[in-house]
């Protein structure tokens, strides 16, 4: 079997780049607000300490949620090239919840031994600046907006370098720690065998240069880099010599005689491998899972209603990891008659909804009060406020489905389901053999109200044409049914616009790390 080293890395860095560019944005950000709140407490009382900012529980954060996302669109890219070459597809959606604990959870383990340090230096650079501001004349003696304006001109450029440092080193070790984990849910891992694949990069170290000449290893023997041990580019266990701003990538591909889900008829771009256990910092990554996961239980159980157990049924199919989004415990109520949020209480309709679909209404009205409490979406009678992630994802979908364009091009998108009518429902019931009437039906209904809301009822239905009235009503009600498709899932809108159903779950978790 054969591999096309340039295709493979060319492949590799692309989607690398798209993912330090949306990574960068975000980490900058943060950088930019902390340096921001230092200058300001500079200008208002002269402090140089700078304790508060740059917390280790915020960066924390920050290295979980990049290797969960950077993880997540790597093992969805490997299964996806591998899938080429076997007969019997892989389905990498299925391993969807697996991944992201797995990645979230390495993620807090890097971070737990990077944060200390990287919280130093950004809080050394706000003292530097400002203790020499102290003793500099010509400062001193200027207005209070041009210091501000001074002050920032330099910690953005100083937020865009930082940024793009730790993201570029933490990128590399992420998708090259997802490719491993996602060839694992294809091959064991003692089927697998493994290159090194160097970089194009003129600045490439002659040692990974080496790495990518040697000859493959096994999958759970490390790769020889520069005289240290590395079972991938970017292992954290590596020196930094080693690790810093690489972007060498990591193929698998699995022996001639491994047996995978399907029959192996060539290997050339996208293949699949194994892993294994430790990825460098040993038991240490079992530890801190254990500890965010109980984190989140804690949280969860926290703003768990008092009326939960009363209304969900034991054996109901629930989600509720959104209850840790929550700032404040809601109320929750039992009805006969419709389920709705209105302000911190929640209203489920019991009669309506059983085991098999109590699940998706909670995920939906539960989005609303969380969607209020974090301030992504504000309505009253008479005005709202959307955050700007949230408007312009709006835009971003009616463009997508063409609600702008005119003539026969205008809802286009909609042909094949007859804009969501009855006898279209019914004429694809039998793809859903795995769902009852009442799933099936409430998917379909949930796919038609968040085409309604983004079209005012033009396409599909769920609320009256004046609810849609205000576009903040339209906002919330997106907001909701993205809530549902992140936290339930949901196999009809998957089925019939599989781009856009990707596209919610990736807003909502964007509004999360925000």
């Known amino acids: 079997m054969r591999l096309d080293k340039d295709k493979w890395q060319k492949a590799f860095e692309k989607e690398l780049d798209k993912a330090e560019k949306r990574q960068s944005s975000k980490v900058r950000r943060y950088y930019k607000n902390q340096y921001y709140k230092g200058a300001e407490s500079f200008l208002s009382s002269g402090q140089t300490s700078f304790q508060l900012l740059f917390s280790t529980n915020e960066l924390l954060k920050i290295y979980r949620n990049l290797y969960e996302d950077i993880g997540l669109q790597f093992a969805k890219w490997y299964a996806r090239n591998f899938d080429k070459y076997i007969k019997k597809g892989v389905n990498p959606n299925q391993y969807v919840d697996e991944w992201q604990n797995s990645f979230a959870s390495y993620g807090s383990a890097v971070g737990a031994e990077r944060v200390t340090l990287v919280s130093g230096t950004a809080k050394a650079t706000l003292q530097k600046v400002t203790r020499n501001l102290m003793t500099d004349i ?3 003696n200027l207005g209070i907006a041009e210091k501000t304006r001074i002050l920032r001109s330099q910690f953005n450029r100083y937020s865009a370098f930082q940024a793009e440092r730790l993201v570029r080193t933490e990128a590399t070790s992420a998708a090259n720690f997802a490719t491993l984990k996602s060839a694992n849910t294809i091959f064991p891992a003692a ?3 493994k290159e090194w694949v160097a970089s194009f990069d003129d600045r490439t170290r002659s040692t990974h240069a080496e790495a990518g000449a040697s000859e493959p290893v096994p999958q ?7 005289g240290a041990l590395m079972m991938y580019p970017g292992d954290p266990s590596g020196p930094a010599s080693e690790v810093i701003n690489c972007r060498c990538s990591i193929a ?3 022996k001639q005689t491994a047996q995978a889900t399907g029959e192996i008829t060539d290997i050339n771009f996208g293949l699949g491998g194994g892993t294994r256990t430790g990825y460098g910092l040993g038991d240490f990554v079992a530890d801190v899972g254990a500890t965010v996961a109980s984190g989140v239980q804690d949280a969860k159980e926290s703003m768990r209603p ?3 157990s009363k209304i969900v049924p034991k054996n109901a199919k629930v989600n509720d990891n959104y209850l840790s989004l929550l700032k404040e415990r809601p109320k929750l109520q039992s009805s006969n008659n419709g389920s709705y949020a209105s302000g911190n209480t929640i209203v489920i309709d ?5 085991s098999d679909t109590i699940g998706r209404v909670l995920a939906h009205e539960f989005g609303h009060v969380i969607h209020k409490q974090r301030e992504w979406v504000l309505l009253s009678s008479r005005k709202y406020h959307s955050i700007d992630e949230v408007v312009s994802f709006y835009k971003s979908q009616r463009k997508k489905i063409g609600i702008n364009k005119r003539g026969e091009e205008k809802f286009k998108y909609f042909d094949h389901v007859d804009k969501f009518s009855w006898n279209h429902r019914n004429s694809i019931r039998k793809q859903f053999p795995n769902l009852t009437d009442k799933e099936f039906t409430e998917d379909y209904a949930a796919v038609a109200d968040y085409f309604g809301a983004m079209t005012k009822n033009k396409v599909g239905w769920g609320h009256s044409n004046s609810y849609y009235r205000s576009e903040g009503w339209r906002h919330a009600e997106m907001l909701a049914h993205a809530f549902e498709n992140k936290y339930q899932g949901n196999l009809v809108f998957k089925k019939l616009f599989p781009e856009i159903y990707e596209d919610t779950i990736k807003w ?4 999360i790390n925000l």
């Open 138 to 140: 010509d400062f001193q």
């Open 508 to 511: 909502i978790d964007e509004l």
């Open 220 to 226: 759970n023997e490390p790769f020889m880099v520069g």
């Open 350 to 354: 019991t009669k309506r909804f059983n």
């Open 306 to 308: 008092d009326a939960w």
């Open 252 to 254: 698998p591909f699995p």
């Open 191 to 193: 089927d697998m065998m």
